[in-house]
């Protein structure tokens, strides 16, 4: 078997994604994602340019020699552009060695270990009291592990609740530009352990809740809103300070005893090294998209479990059904898995991207087709054109640019 035709998918059926098609000429082929949420068309170049020549007419059963043919091979390693485009072949590779064992990934990774995968939904409002009814409808729905979002009073808009608006940002929107908001860590604060006291009251201690302070702190402040927040038990405390330091969640570690998440920035297993080999964190947000596809999501995740570290896998509306799919496949046979993260697609992604894996409430699981179980309509993409986006930007109450 030979890989004889590799393409690039670019579609935006509510949101951009980039999605890599290998074909054999045998007739079996397998997809990946490869989608780098506001730089998408930098991957695809990377494809199209410095990956696919070098692919054809390989044998697509030597993932492990490609996978390190594409990171050693060329010479400028990790980094989100480049790994998003392995992942994309990667993903895309394991699909066609499932289908050829004629099994779902899951069996050909080494089986279940588990029946169901528990997810966490996101719930958010301007107010506490919004951020509470949010959370009982997520309830409700059959989620049992909540990731609450909430608005600081003084404040139009920040992550995790909504656009922003100003003229400014109006006239970003016309330019189709980033949009930007504004922050202050004083204020919020103050306010997020309000939110989880009231949350508490609403919805007693059987739900997890999880909160994302989304690289905003510094690591004393992190380490303080871990303080203020472990009376309310919290399942985790996510993405607390920028990644790039891994030794500032040795302070936060020295303070308190609230679970800590990270990982969804980072694309190697290099990247986590330290905040898993000194147990700074619990656990590990990485994704099969950003850090390599199966292979290298896999590598991360054995590596964790050393230490103690439960897997986390990053899944927002920019990582596609597709490495949903396999995610899902990875939660399904990964010993120490802790949860799976699920923000809903819309009804028009669902269509172009078809699946069998299904969500029953708050639980999820990949399903029994052979490969990942995630195809593309490829007709149905070219109706929905690329669409130049940007996540936003984040400045401090004086204009400072800060962390978003």
Excluded at 39 to 63: F, K, N
Excluded at 161 to 170: F, L, V
Excluded at 192 to 201: A, G, N, S, T, Y
Excluded at 227 to 235: A, G, N, S, V
């Amino acid at each position: 078997m030979k890989i004889k035709e590799i393409r690039v998918i670019v579609t935006s059926p509510g949101r951009n994604f980039v999605t890599v098609k290998i074909i054999t000429d045998e007739g079996l082929y397998g997809i990946g994602d490869a989608t780098v949420n506001g730089r998408e068309l930098a991957v695809v170049a990377y494809l199209e340019e410095h990956v696919i020549p070098c692919l054809i007419g390989r044998d697509p059963m030597q993932i492990e020699d490609i996978w390190q043919y594409l990171y050693r091979g060329a010479y400028w390693r990790r980094g989100p552009i480049t790994m998003a485009a392995i992942s994309g072949i990667d993903t895309a590779l394991w699909d066609i060695k499932a289908k050829a064992a004629n099994m779902p990934l899951y069996q050909l990774l080494g089986g279940a270990s588990r029946t169901k995968i528990m997810a966490y939904a996101h719930a958010q409002g301007r107010t506490i009291e919004e951020v509470a009814d949010a959370v009982l409808a997520k309830k409700e729905q059959g989620f049992v592990a909540i990731r609450a979002q909430s608005g600081v009073p003084g404040f139009e808009s920040i992550y995790g609740i909504g656009s922003s608006k100003g003229a400014k940002n109006s006239e970003a929107r016309i330019k189709n530009l980033p949009k930007e908001e504004v922050w202050s860590t004083s204020k919020y604060l103050r306010h997020i352990p309000k939110v989880f006291e009231r949350l508490r009251d609403v919805v007693g201690w059987d739900t997890h809740l999880l909160h994302d302070a989304h690289h905003r702190l510094t690591p004393i402040e992190a380490a303080r809103l871990g303080k203020d927040l472990e009376p309310y038990r919290l399942f985790w405390l996510e993405d607390a300070v920028p990644a790039e330091l891994p030794e500032g969640y040795r302070i936060i570690r020295e303070h308190t005893t609230t679970p800590i998440a990270l990982g969804e920035v980072f694309n190697t297993i290099w990247d986590a090294r330290t905040v898993i080999e000194e147990q700074l964190i619990d656990y590990i947000r990485t994704t099969s998209v950003h850090a390599g596809g199966v292979t290298g999501l896999r590598r991360i995740f054995d590596f964790a479990a050393i230490y103690h570290v439960r897997t986390a896998c990053h899944g927002p509306t920019d990582v596609s059904p597709v490495a949903m799919g396999a995610n899902l496949h990875i939660d399904l046979w990964v010993p120490n898995f802790g949860i799976q993260e699920i923000s809903g697609y819309r009804e028009e992604t669902h269509e172009v991207f078809p699946h069998a894996w299904s969500q029953d409430g708050g639980f999820l699981h990949p399903g029994e087709a052979i490969g990942h179980g995630v195809d593309i309509d490829e007709e149905l993409a070219r109706k929905y054109p690329y669409k130049r986006s940007y996540l936003p930007v984040n400045r401090l109450e004086d204009g400072t640019l800060w962390h978003w």
